[in-house]
């Protein structure tokens, strides 16, 4: 059976993918698939996800330039989450870090940001506009 | 503010956590937590979770003894995802893998599954029943 039938998609048709840098492991971001931004991926091997606020297909990157290439695509036990390996352009987060989890919990209970940054968000993402 | 009360969960009251390992980088499974869960996480430093399915509290480990250390504990830009890494005792996965994620997408779009199997799940589940 073809991998993208395997899928379980859940009520609202899609699965959770997360995603890490195919070099060093790092966890670059959590987004959701539904079966077109899955089919496009893997046709593309550029990941495409949906946007649950926007409530449609998205190519990451198609504003910020900021795109991924897909090089491994795994799916879990029960089927229900995807892994991708990509070649991250820049960061992955839109608020300009490298990855989107730049906020850990620190010894004391509170939070430390210390992810890196790479770029400034207000000029990649104000330039269209 | 304390970092759990930055945390977005979802209208169940949960929030997703992308599992990795903390040496090697290997991402080991997603599970799901509710603020009960991650509270007994973070005060005991091994980690619980919530099945969906059983509807209660879990002891990662509890019956095959494959705990979950956790060394560090990150939230990403929408503060809805938890990334945890973990120092794995055996294997992550409910069917005998280090990984939930022992499958791949093939080149020719079918599935593979080339995961390390560390134990045999009749053994290790079936000891208690």
Chains 1, 2 share one sequence.
């Not at 698939?33 to 190519?59: C, I, N, P, V």
């Not at 879990?76 to 919990?105: I, M, N, P, T």
Request: with cysteine; hydrophobic share 35%.
């Amino acid at each position: 059976m073809p991998f993208i039938d395997e899928l379980k998609f859940d009520a609202a048709g899609l699965i959770p993918a997360v995603v890490q840098d195919a070099a060093g492991g790092e966890v670059l971001m959590v987004a959701w698939m539904d079966r077109q931004a899955a089919e496009r991926t893997f046709a593309t091997g550029l990941a495409h996800y949906y946007s649950r606020s926007r409530k449609k297909l998205w190519l990451k990157g198609e504003e910020s330039g900021h795109l991924q290439k897909v090089r491994e695509v795994r799916t879990d036990c029960d089927r229900d989450v995807l892994l991708l390996k990509v070649e991250q352009q820049s960061g992955a987060c839109h608020e300009g870090y490298r990855s989107c989890f730049f906020r850990r919990r620190g010894d004391d209970g509170g939070t430390v940001e210390d992810g890196v940054r790479l770029f400034d968000p207000g000029k990649v993402y104000g330039r269209k506009k």
